[in-house]
């Protein structure tokens, strides 16, 4: 299982950036899908996160901004991100609750950070 990050970039404060990240590979399901960032000098922090039946999770710095969803037969997840900040730039990671088939337990699977600079 591999998740692609993508959609990162530079942007001026007040603008939007659209983060996708996919799953590829076979014989998986997903639970929870997520966005952490990490700031330089900083602790990885959850963003969002949304379940398969599409509940979702807010850090409160995000909430009103930042929308996440799902598209689960893509084994996809988007973090639509608009008035930005210059405290949100970071890098972004993309998580995923992975259970392979014949098993019961979810493994935690991350994707490559994108970064996202907010300029002021």
């Known amino acids: 299982v591999q998740l692609q990050a993508s959609g990162g970039g530079l942007v001026q404060a007040g603008g939007s950036l659209r983060l996708s990240c996919a799953a590829s590979?076979?014989?998986?399901?997903?639970?929870?899908m997520g966005w952490y960032r990490q700031a330089p000098g900083k602790e990885r922090e959850l963003v969002a996160s949304?379940?398969?039946?599409?509940?979702?999770n807010y850090a409160d710095s995000v909430k009103g901004r930042f929308t996440i969803s799902r598209d689960n037969a893509k084994n996809t997840v988007h973090l639509q991100m608009n008035s930005l900040k210059p405290e949100d730039t970071a890098v972004y990671y993309c998580?995923?609750?992975?259970?392979?088939?014949?098993?019961?337990?979810?493994?935690?699977?991350w994707g490559q950070g994108t970064q996202v600079t907010v300029s002021s």
């Open positions: 949304i379940t398969s039946g599409g509940s979702t």
């Open positions: 998580n995923a609750g992975i259970v392979l088939v014949r098993t019961t337990w979810t493994t935690p699977y």
């Open positions: 590979g076979s014989g998986f399901t997903i639970n929870v």
